[in-house]
């Protein structure tokens, strides 16, 4: 999956989490992939307004939903700090694909964390 967004590919998705012991890297690695999965189905589908953006926003946060039992099998979970930055790398993401005008709280909808 090659990423041709020069902001996207200079993004280190999840970092501050990386920082912390508390999050287990290979469940972050989950959320990481499904991240750049995000934005190569953005590049791939050109979504052409934000509902078309929050389908797929919404499918990217169900696979995060799929990760919280792993994060608790690893002794952690998608707590405060862990859900504001997954939520600041969507607006991230919806921002560098030109949608600047995306709510947070729509390119997440589904979430259950």
């Known amino acids: ?6 902001q996207v590919a200079a993004r ?4 501050p989490l ?7 890297g290979h469940v972050l690695d989950k959320g990481r992939g499904i991240l750049l999965r995000l934005c190569a ?3 791939a589908e050109q979504p052409s307004g934000l509902a078309a953006l929050y389908v797929l926003t919404g499918a990217a946060t ?3 939903n799929l990760l919280e039992a792993e994060f608790e099998a690893a002794g952690s979970e998608i ?10 790398d969507f607006a991230f993401v919806a921002s560098a694909y ?5 709510d947070v709280e729509a390119l997440i909808a589904p979430r259950e964390w």
């Open 62 to 64: 169900e696979e995060f």
């Open 1 to 6: 999956m090659s990423i041709t967004n020069q």
């Open 18 to 24: 990386y920082r912390d012991a508390y999050y287990p």
């Open 98 to 102: 030109g949608f600047t005008d995306a």
């Open 79 to 88: 707590e405060t700090v862990a859900r504001e930055e997954i939520a600041e």
């Open 12 to 15: 280190s998705f999840l970092e």
């Open 41 to 43: 189905r953005i590049e």
